[in-house]
């Protein structure tokens, strides 16, 4: 723990977004938690019931938002490079994935998003639409930012952005994943459609739909965080982001990162 009592994290040393200017890796992990944070704030208050267009370019924005301040060269820009990723398979063991090849790789985050508005034009009654088939969208928009890897670092905080932003303007809450059982299931159940884009989103779209229903309607934007419904705040979407932040270094190592600065305290 740090002075004021947060938890010292830092991104992996490899991360584009490991530190910087004069700021530590730490305190580079915080600022970069707070934009996430503004940007989760923005996004509840312009697309709560209201309708969301997905385009490149809104993800784009999103990337440019959370890292543009700190990291002007990577900040809302779309790598020019290959890019590998692990991806984390139910059971055990790490698979190494490639992302879309740079020379396709806006006109496959285009068709993710044209494929995201057509299934979310088709509800004619969002609200008599079960939570399954509003979440299936969801999960395929935000498994699909994850298997194309639009940006050389900060994918999955980027489409994290895109899965609360989807959500909330469909009338459902957003979910933080910020226990270790919750962590583990997120990556498990995202495992095949990372794998393909012929996986299955199926076990993505039944966690959050599991995790969401049985809640009743809501007038204003709220956050499932522990298995509780909360109404969301600037001060909720501060612990949203830093689940988030943790879970992009992949479920195993943020339990391992929570329990080192447990230990640490």
């Given at each position: 723990m740090d002075e004021s009592g947060h938890p010292r994290y830092r991104d992996n040393e490899g991360s584009r977004f490991y530190r910087t200017g004069r700021r530590s890796p730490e305190e580079t992990w915080r600022v970069l938690g707070d934009e996430l944070s503004r940007v989760l704030d923005d996004a509840g208050?312009?697309?709560?019931?209201?309708?969301?267009?997905?385009?490149?370019?809104?993800v784009r924005w999103w990337h440019g938002a959370?890292?543009?301040?700190?990291?002007?060269?990577?900040?809302?820009?779309?790598?020019?490079?290959r890019v590998f990723f692990g991806a984390v398979m139910p059971a055990g063991g790490m698979r190494q994935l490639e992302g879309s090849p740079p020379?396709?790789?806006?006109?496959?985050?285009?068709?993710?998003?044209?494929?995201?508005?057509?299934?979310?034009d088709a509800f004619?009654?969002?609200?008599?639409?079960?939570?399954?088939?509003?979440?299936?969208p969801a999960a395929a928009l935000y498994a699909g930012i994850l298997r194309v890897h639009p940006f050389a670092d900060g994918n999955l905080r980027t489409g994290f952005v895109a899965l609360s932003a989807v959500l909330w303007s469909l009338g459902l809450?957003?979910?933080?994943?910020?226990?270790?059982?919750?962590?583990?299931?997120?990556?498990?159940?995202?495992?095949?459609p990372?794998?393909?884009s012929d996986g299955s989103i199926e076990p993505f779209a039944r966690v959050l739909a599991e995790l969401i229903e049985?809640?009743?309607?809501?007038?204003?934007?709220?956050?499932?965080?522990?298995?509780?419904?909360?109404?969301?705040t600037p001060e909720v979407n501060?612990?949203?982001?830093?689940?988030?932040?943790?879970?992009?270094?992949?479920?195993?190592?943020?339990?391992e990162m929570r329990g080192e600065a447990r230990e640490g305290h």
């Open positions: 208050a312009a697309f709560w019931r209201k309708p969301l267009r997905m385009d490149a370019e809104r959370i890292f543009g301040r700190h990291f002007s060269h990577d900040g809302g820009r779309l790598r020019k490079e020379e396709v790789l806006r006109r496959d985050l285009e068709v993710l998003c044209g494929s995201f508005n057509r299934c979310v004619h009654d969002v609200d008599g639409t079960s939570v399954l088939d509003r979440t299936r809450p957003n979910v933080d994943f910020t226990m270790d059982d919750e962590m583990r299931v997120h990556d498990d159940a995202l495992a095949s990372l794998s393909s049985g809640f009743p309607k809501l007038s204003r934007a709220h956050t499932v965080s522990e298995g509780r419904l909360v109404e969301t501060r612990k949203v982001a830093e689940s988030a932040m943790l879970l992009s270094q992949g479920a195993r190592r943020a339990i």
